[in-house]
Each structure stands twice: as C-alpha cells, then as structure tokens.
C-alpha cells in the first residue's frame, strides 16, 4: 500500500491538455495509459488515506480513501481507458476525446473529494465539461446541450445551496462532521432535488434522452457512465442512513425508465431510459439505507458501468457502421455482424439480471435489501413489499425492452446491404468488458471483494446474501418467461405506437415562450421607460427655453389622447406589480 501524494485526477486532466496537441494516436494512447492509471494507484492506495488541502480558504480533502470511493475510482478508471480505446478505433476528433478525458477527471475528482465544498466544485465542474462533450458534435446536439446545461445548472445550484446550509448547521464542509449526511431540514430537501437531476428523478429525468442520443457514438460511452453514477455517490454522501422517500423514488423510477424505454426505436434513446431505470436500483439501496442496500447499490454502479458500457459501445458499432439509429430501418444484423451481436447479447442479459451475468448478482442485492430491509409500504402483496415488487416489474421491463432491441436490430428480417462488423479496436473493447460482465456474474465473489460491506456476513449486513440459491434462480427465469410471452402479445401493437410524449414535451415549449415572453416584457419595459425619459427631458427643455409658448401649447389643448401598444401595457402592468409588492417584500 502506498500513502496519496497527488489525487488520481490530476494524471487524467493533463492527459486532457496535451492530447489536442500531439498526434491523434499519440493522444489517444497517452489519454488510455492516464486514465488506466488510476485503477492500480486507487487499488494500492490504502483504505482511510486522505489528502488534505486548502481550496478557497477552507479546509477540504482532495483525495479521500474509503470503500464507496475506491470501488468508485477503480470503475472509473477502467471504464474511461476502455472508452478512449473505442473512441480511437470509431474515429473520435481529439478534442472530443480531450473533453471526454475532462470530464472523466472532474468525475473522479468529485467522488474522490472528502468534504462538500471539494464534491461540488468538481460537480460543477463535471456539469461544464460534459456540456462541452456534446456541443462538440454540433448540429443537434448543440440545443439538446443547451437544455442539459440548463437542467445541470439549475441542479448544481440546488446543491450548493443545500452545501452552503449544511456548512452554517455544522461550521464545516467535511464529511465527518455531521455523520448523518445533510444537517437540518432544508439542506437534505435541497441535495435532494439537486442530485435528483443528476441521477433522473422521474420530473427531472428528461435530459437524459434528450441528450445521449445526439453527439457522436463514442461520447455517448462516456456520457452513459459518468454523471449517474456520480449522482449516486453523491446521494449516499448526503443520506448515508438512507430515506424512505427517496427509496420509493428508485422503484419508481425503475418502472418508469424501463416502461418509456420499451417504446423507443431509437437505439441510443431506448438505453438512455434504461440508465434512469438501473439507477432507480441503486437509489432505492441508497434509500433503504441498511448495509445490504447500500452494498447492493455500489454493486449495481460498478455492474451497471459495465454492461451499460458495452451496451453503448454496441449500439455504436451498429450506427458507426450502417448510419442508422432507428430499429425501424435495422433487422437481419446479426449475421452481418456476430461479435457485435454477441457483445449486445452479453450487455442484454447483464442488464436484464439473468443468472451467470454480473447484473443478476447486483440486482439480487438490492431486491433482497428490498424485501428483509424494508417496510412493506401500501401495495405490498403476500411476503412482496412495495418497493420489492416495483424492482420486480421494472426487471420485467428490461427484458422486454432488450428482447425487443436484439430482435428488431439483430434478428428479425434482413439488412438492406452488406456491412462490416466492429473493427479490431471496438472489438478488443467489447470483448474486454463482456468478458468481465461474464466474470463478475460466474465469480462472484470478486464483486464482493469490492464492495464497502461483507454481504455474506450476518454480522455485518441484516441477511446474509447467497447469489445462487433456487429462488434466485427461479425468480430470475419467471420474470424472463413473463416478458418473452408479454414481447410476444404486444408485438404488434408496439410496432404501431408513435413517439410517446415525455414531459419535456411540457416543459420544453413552457420554458421557451415562457423566457420569451420575459424578454419581451422586459424589452418592452425598458422601452417605455426610455421614451419616458426622453419625453419627460423634452418637455423640460422646452420650459426652460420657450415658457411661454409651452405653457400656452399646454391651455390651448382642449384634450389629451394617450395610445399606447401592446408592449407598453405590458410594461406599465409590471410597474404597477413591482410598486405594489415592493413595500410587501422590503
């Protein structure tokens, strides 16, 4: 073991500066070796070793050492080494791949950070530079980034308001200092809301299809890993002892992403649903806050990262080499292209949870801390809680979202062509993290190993987890069989269904007339206070130069007429509003 002397995230953000700078293949090798780097450095650096610093005149730890950020770092770095390899074999620009690599560092910064102050500084930083990774791309990414920096920034100053609360309830931006997470009543509110844009609470989720489908297929890799999962490291920062809410709010989301990805053909759209879905596992083993759901959870993130990965990666290869994004104009694809049909089969069954793959390892955590760990809530049915069967249904709906993604793209009829499969890069990259999606559901005690609790231990967490047990099993194979037969009775009606609003469907046109209605009212307002000004100047002038013939202008009129447009209304109404509230608020 190895005390800290730099945070891992400073080898990643220079990487980041010098990749524009070299030659493409340069760049690229030395942005892998970086960001690889950091899995062996976080591996040895031993548990309870911090790097304290100064940062605004406050104290604070750069690098903190504990089981939740280790098993954070060391995911991290392997999956954005894994992602720069993709990216150079897909054809990524090097300034997409030095953004990527900036956001990968501020990444790691954020989970490594031991206080507050530190996460939410590499927070917003993260927020910027992920911004930058999709505008990068241009043409529609460049709105959908505009509204993810929008929703990002509305979230990040949530949460530094809920910081800036929790620092006058404690005196202190480290973690230590209040063991219960967020102090007082508005602090844990605020974290809430602000981490609940990051990890897509259902009302705050909509960024997430928006934006993952838009900028270049290599982007979307590092997109699908980063800011979620963050987020949930971040909600267990600020609720270590869990909340009954926010558990609830997982099991919903569960169910919400995976119904909303079910109706999706656009490849990249269908997963990012899913990200909300799988995310919902893990914050409901944040919210049940017992030690088997949060081991659960931190399984989960690592799992997710892996399968989510290679689920992007595959879905890559197949636009990168048809140019098409909707299963609509795909099919027959898996005879074209069988590693790649492979790789996605792997992905598949991870997410879906099924036996011998990682995702069914993680997911039988967190559904077990749902069951012994958890108040049965209103819907609970028989020995199933509430939140237990929210988990289950949202199992159903991830395979059939999959069973409906490899049939239409990879099955079902024929591709209009021929096409190749993924070349030699994207294939070492999705046979890499396959093979470790395989591994940690064979073995999976390696997965154990990882996490911050013993989860086969009864002294340590509630019940002691055994993965590989008959009711596992055949709960896993029962939700499979419900969802090959339920693929099967609404085939036919799926195919037919159109896009299915969201709610940005509401809050997109809102926000736009909205603003604009603002900004003309304001335009408006300002116009009539500078014709005023004018007016009022004019008719002084004229006093003091011609009184008399001013003021025999003025007897002579027999009437006054006042017109005025829509605009000026508008502002004299706005007037009127602020000189009657002005005195109600002061």
């Known amino acids: 073991m190895v005390d800290p002397v730099v945070p891992p995230f400073v080898p990643v953000l220079l990487a980041a500066l010098v990749l524009p700078f070299v030659s493409r293949r340069v760049g690229h090798a030395f942005g892998a070796l970086a960001t690889g780097a950091v899995v062996p450095y976080v591996w040895l650096t031993a548990e309870g070793g911090h790097l304290p610093a100064q940062l605004f005149g406050f104290d604070v730890v750069l690098y903190n050492v504990d089981g939740f950020s280790s098993l954070m770092g060391l995911i991290f770095g392997f999956i954005g080494a894994v992602a720069v390899v993709y990216s150079y074999y897909s054809e990524a620009e090097s300034i997409q791949t030095a953004f990527a690599l900036s956001y990968v560092g501020t990444s790691i910064g954020a989970v490594f950070g031991g206080d507050w102050l530190t996460l939410v500084f590499f927070w917003e930083l993260m927020a910027i530079t992920s911004t930058l990774l999709v505008w990068h791309y241009g043409g529609r990414a460049v709105r959908a980034g505009f509204r993810y920096a929008l929703l990002h920034g509305i979230g990040g100053t949530l949460l530094l308001g809920a910081v800036v609360w929790h620092y006058v309830e404690v005196g202190s931006f480290l973690f230590t200092a209040a063991e219960s997470g967020m102090a007082g009543e508005v602090a844990p509110l605020l974290a809430a809301l602000g981490i609940g844009v990051n990890v897509g609470f259902v009302g705050l989720h909509a960024w997430l299809p928006d934006t993952y489908p838009r900028p270049h297929v290599a982007a979307s890799v590092f997109l699908c890993v980063y800011t979620t999962k963050t987020g949930v490291y971040g909600m267990y920062r600020a609720f270590p002892e869990g909340h009954t809410a926010i558990a609830y709010m997982g ?336």
Do not use: W
């Open 251 to 586: 099991g919903v989301m569960a169910v919400f992403g995976a119904t909303y990805a079910l109706f999706q053909n656009d490849m990249r759209r269908l997963l990012s649903y899913h990200i909300q879905s799988q995310v919902g596992y893990m914050i409901a083993g944040i919210g049940i806050g017992t030690t088997l759901g949060q081991a659960g959870a931190m399984a989960h993130v690592f799992n997710h990262i892996l399968y989510k990965g290679l689920l992007f990666m595959t879905a890559g290869v197949v636009i990168y080499r048809t140019g098409k994004e909707s299963l609509k104009k795909l099919g027959g694809l898996g005879r074209e292209m069988p590693i790649t049909a492979g790789a996605f089969t792997v992905a598949a069954l991870s997410i879906a949870g099924f036996p011998l793959f990682n995702g069914f390892v993680s997911k039988g955590i967190v559904v077990s801390a749902s069951h012994y760990d958890f108040a049965d809530g209103p819907l609970a049915v028989g020995e199933f809680t509430t939140l237990e069967l929210l988990l289950l249904a949202g199992g159903v709906g991830t395979f059939l979202s999959f069973i409906k993604f490899g049939y239409y793209a990879f099955l079902h009829g024929e591709y209009d062509g021929s096409v190749a499969d993924a070349n030699r890069g994207q294939t070492v990259a999705m046979v890499t993290v396959a093979a470790l999606c395989v591994f940690y559901g064979v073995f999976d005690s390696a997965l154990f190993a990882l996490l911050p609790y013993d989860v086969t231990t009864e002294t340590v967490v509630s019940h002691e987890y055994v993965t590989y047990t008959v009711d596992h099993v055949k709960e896993s194979l029962i939700l499979a069989a419900i969802a090959l037969v339920g693929f099967v009775v609404i085939k036919k009606p799926l195919s037919a269904l159109g896009q299915v609003p969201d709610v940005d469907r509401l809050y997109n046109p809102l926000a736009l007339y909205g603003g604009r209605a603002v900004v003309v009212a304001l335009t408006e307002l300002y116009a009539a206070a500078d014709r005023g000004a004018v007016a009022v100047a004019r008719g002084t002038t004229a006093l003091a130069t011609r009184p008399e013939e001013t003021l025999a202008r003025y007897r002579d009129a027999d009437r006054v007429t006042v017109r005025s447009g829509i605009g000026v209304s508008v502002a004299l109404v706005v007037l009127v509003l602020v000189a009657v509230l002005t005195p109600l608020l002061i």
